[in-house]
C-alpha cells in the first residue's frame, strides 16, 4: 500500500535558514585611519617647521617668522592631537583633524594670494619651506591637506566614529531542529481520527 506524498505548506522553515550566531557587522574604519594617519604625518611635518622657525629667529627676528611659527605650532597640535583620536576612533579627533587640515588650506591659500598681489603683509608658513622655495606649498601642504580633510568628512568616517560608541548586538544563537523534525507531509487536520481496518481486510 502506498502513500501519496504532499510537499511541505508553510510549517517550520528548514534548520539552518537563521544567521549563524555571531555580531552585527561594524562599518569599515578603513577611511578614518588613513585620515588619522595623514593628520599624523602633517603633523610632524609642521612641528618641523616650528623647529625650523625658531632656527631662523635665532638670526633674524621678523614678524613674518613670528606669525609663521605660531601658525605652524597650532597646526601641528590640532593635527597630532585629531589623528591620534581618529585612530582611536574618537569624534572629537575628527573635530580637530577637519580644523588642522582647514587651516592648512586656508593658511597656503592666503600665502599665495598675498604673493601674487605684491602685499607688504605675509608669513612664513610651514618653516621647512623656507630652506625649499615657495612652490613647494603646494606639493608639500596642500596636496596631502586636502584628502585628510575629505576623508575626516566623509560618511563612512562618521559611521565608523558612531560604531564605535555603541556596544557589539550579540545574535542569539540558533539551535536548529532535532532530526526528522519537523515531519514531512501536509499538518495534522485537527478533529477525530478514522482508524485504519485490521490487517485481516487489506
Not at 46 to 55: D, E
Amino acid at each position: 500500500m502506498t502513500f501519496q506524498q504532499y510537499p511541505p505548506q508553510g510549517g517550520y522553515p528548514p534548520p539552518g535558514a537563521y544567521p549563524p550566531p555571531g555580531t552585527a557587522r561594524r562599518p569599515s574604519g578603513a577611511t578614518g585611519m588613513i585620515a588619522g594617519i595623514f593628520a599624523i604625518l602633517g603633523g610632524l611635518w609642521f612641528l618641523a617647521g616650528v623647529a625650523f622657525h625658531v632656527i631662523e629667529l635665532v638670526d633674524f627676528t621678523v614678524d613674518f617668522l613670528v606669525i609663521g611659527a605660531v601658525l605652524d605650532f597650532v597646526t601641528a597640535a590640532l593635527l597630532l592631537s585629531g589623528g591620534i583620536l581618529l585612530l582611536l576612533g574618537k569624534g572629537a579627533g575628527r573635530i580637530l583633524t577637519v580644523i588642522g587640515a582647514g587651516i592648512a588650506l586656508v593658511c597656503v591659500a592666503l600665502a599665495f594670494v598675498f604673493r601674487a598681489t605684491g602685499s607688504f603683509f605675509f608669513f612664513s608658513y610651514s618653516g621647512v619651506l623656507l630652506h625649499f622655495g615657495f612652490g613647494w606649498l603646494l606639493i608639500l601642504v596642500l596636496i596631502p591637506a586636502i584628502p585628510t580633510l575629505v576623508l575626516a568628512l566623509i560618511p563612512p568616517t562618521g559611521r565608523w566614529i558612531a560604531a564605535k560608541k555603541q556596544p557589539a548586538t550579540a545574535m542569539p544563537p540558533n539551535f536548529g531542529y532535532p532530526p526528522g523534525y519537523p515531519p514531512a507531509g501536509p499538518p495534522p487536520v485537527p478533529g477525530p481520527q478514522q482508524q485504519a481496518p485490521p490487517p485481516g481486510q487489506w
